[in-house]
T-cell receptor, first 112, second 114 residues
């Protein structure tokens, strides 16, 4: 059965801290892995990763994929209260479809 | 960029009534759309895949007679929660893939059944 698991489930840090969120997957015909940030409404797209070892970066956020380990990490440096959200990773289970399987999510809370 | 519009964003209805939620792709055609449900503090759970011009595909455990899906055009899918009960109260989100990019999400609909 295809599955995506994220850890930790929740995390509380202080502003300025650096956090690393993990996502591991087991799917057939892996094509890509996506990271989303969800605040109060619908998830917003962060990154799409398809190649192992190539870091994607956007401001204080970065992410990298490790196909050997079947995992990805999302790093957030110098966290701010505005980073508080649920971070979701998702993997389409089979090629030719966009039927994503979402991980459990990591709930991040950044304290001032 | 591609946008998916979902409406309404919030609805309160009485038990036993039906509620329709619309999901529109605004600047691209979506032959497939997905409907998710999200309980508080939980991840997105795929309910069904909406296919333009054919029947929706429901995930295991999702009642198709309860959650009616219609994908009448290449830009519109609707989810109707029939005979709603308080346990149907949840956050419902649609998404539509756009070729080789990520799936785009609607704004979500928070349904409260009283």
């Amino acid at each position: 059965e295809d599955k995506v698991v994220q850890s930790p489930l929740s995390l509380v840090v202080h502003e300025g801290d650096t956090v690393t969120l993990n996502c591991s997957y087991e799917v057939t015909n892996f094509r890509s892995l996506l990271w989303y940030k969800q605040e109060k409404k619908a998830p917003t797209f962060l990154f799409m990763l398809t190649s192992s070892g190539i870091e994607k970066k956007s401001g204080r956020l970065s992410s990298i994929l490790d196909k050997k380990e079947l995992s990805s990490i999302l790093n957030i440096t110098a966290t701010q209260t505005g980073d508080s959200a649920i971070y979701l990773c998702a993997v389409p289970p089979t090629s030719g479809t966009y039927k994503y399987i979402f991980g459990t999510g990591t709930r991040l809370k950044v304290l001032a | 960029g591609a946008v998916v519009s979902q409406h309404p964003s919030r609805v309160i209805c009485k038990s036993g009534t039906s509620v329709k939620i619309e999901c529109r792709s605004l600047d691209f055609q979506a032959t497939t759309m997905f409907w998710y449900r999200q309980f508080p503090k939980q991840s997105l759970m795929l309910m069904a895949t909406s296919n333009e011009g054919s029947k929706a595909t429901y995930e295991q455990g999702v009642e198709k007679d309860k959650f009616l899906i219609n994908h009448a055009s290449l830009t519109l899918s609707t989810l109707t929660v029939t005979s709603a009960h308080p346990e149907d109260s949840s956050f419902y989100i649609c998404s539509a893939p756009n070729r080789n990019t990520e799936a785009f999400f609607g704004q979500g609909t928070r349904l409260t059944v009283v």
